[in-house]
Each structure stands twice: as C-alpha cells, then as structure tokens.
C-alpha cells in the first residue's frame, strides 16, 4: 500500500520539468538578447566616437576659417586705414602749400599795392618839385628893396614852408652832397672842374637839388665835380756849353 500510494507522487514530477525548462530556457533567451544588445552597444559605439571627433574635427575647421576670415578682415581695415592715413596726410599738404600760395599771394599783392602807391606818389611829386625849384631860385635871385617886396617876398617864401612843410611830412628829403664823394647811384655829373682844393671825385657844388623819397632816389641832384689839377709844363731853357 505504501508503495502504491508513493506512485502518484513520481508520477507527478515529471510534470514539473517541462515548466522548469521552459524557464531556463526563457532566461537564457533573455541573456541572450542583452548580450546581442550589449554587443549592439559595444558595436555602435566607435560610430559614435567617430562622429564625436569628426564633429569636433569640423568645428575646429569652421573655427580656423572664421580665425582666417576675420584675419583677412583685419587685414583690409588696415589697409584701408592706411589709405585713408595716407588721403589726410595728402590733404594735410595741400592745406599747408595752399596757405603757403595764399599767404605769398597776400604779400605779393601787399607789395604790389605799395609799389603803386609809391609810383603815383613818385610821379606826383615829381610834379611839384619844379615848383619847389622856382621857389629856392625866387629866394635866391630876389632881392626886395621896400617894405612892398619884403611883404610880397615873405608871403610867397611863407607859401614855399608851407610846401616843404608837406613834402617833409610825406617822406621828401633834399640831399646834400656837397663835400661828398661822388655816387651814381644819388648823382647826376654835369660838370668837372679842375681844382687841387677838393679830392678828385669829391662833389663841389649842388646845380639842381636832388630829393629822396623815404629811402629810394625821387631825383638825382645834378652836381659839378672837382678834378685832378692840369699840370702846365714849362719848357726849361737849353745848357749851354762854355767855350774854350
């Protein structure tokens, strides 16, 4: 009876088994997948390394580029600078000979103006000097001998001051060269006369006075000169000889 009853129980092992193994058999299956997924991983794995640095290998190359075009820029504002450096200090020139030009325009035309005006004043005084001549002769030659004439000679000598009073304010000044050496340049010889009193070149007398004008020659004073003495040689009588 024992035995019989034990049976049932062998009996109903075996139908455990299959469960067993199904289940061993799902979790190898179940390893095995991860497996294939770690192997997947570990596969996909330098792809995504490479691409990493392929990645980092681009960046690096856009940055060179941006480096390389921003250096090209930099390049170009400075040659621009340069250029326009260049433009200023060409401008700079210019603005500098132009008022040089301007300021040698305005001192030549300074100088023109003063010439004119020297040149009208030269030509007008020119004019009056005979005047003032006619004077100095009247002064001179004419001698009043009643009250009448001393009263007609002062008032036409009083006009005469009053005319070298003007010439004088203008800038008119008579020379004087008696007893000086000759100069072209201030005189005008109409004269030579031989004389040992004076040095030969030496001026004697004044003809007609000359006048300055500031410091330029309005009119050459006509002057006679003194020159060297003639020597007369005097013929000596012959030596006779004693006779014998």
Do not use: W
């Not at 035995?3 to 193994?21: G, H, I, L």
């Amino acid at each position: 009876m024992i035995d019989e009853e034990k049976q049932p129980d062998n009996t109903s092992q075996p139908t455990d088994e299959p469960s067993a193994v199904s289940s061993n058999k799902l979790e190898g299956e179940s390893a095995a997948q991860e497996m294939d997924l770690s192997i997947e991983q570990n596969l996909e794995s330098p792809t995504n390394i490479e691409e990493q640095t392929l990645g980092t290998s681009v960046g690096d190359v856009a940055m060179d580029e941006t480096l390389e075009a921003l250096k090209q820029e930099n390049e170009a504002l400075k040659a621009q600078l340069e250029d326009l450096n260049q433009q200023c200090e060409g401008l700079k020139t210019q603005s500098v000979r132009i008022a040089a030009d301007f300021d040698n325009f305005r001192k030549r035309t300074q100088k023109e103006k003063e010439d004119l005006e020297q040149q009208a004043k030269r030509i007008t005084l020119t004019e009056l000097l005979p005047v003032v001549d006619n004077f100095e002769r009247a002064r001179s030659q004419i001698k009043p001998q009643n009250d009448g004439e001393m009263t007609i000679h002062k008032s036409y000598q009083g006009v005469y001051k009053q005319l070298v009073d003007c010439l004088k304010r203008i800038g008119v000044s008579p020379m004087r060269p008696e007893g000086q050496e000759f100069d072209p340049n201030l005189h005008e010889a109409v004269m030579r006369e031989p004389t040992a009193e004076y040095p030969e070149g030496t001026v004697i007398e004044q003809l007609m006075r000359g006048y300055m004008l500031n410091d330029r020659v309005l009119r050459h004073a006509m002057v006679k000169v003194a020159s060297a003495p003639e020597h007369s040689s005097e013929n000596s009588p012959e030596e006779s000889t004693p006779s014998t």
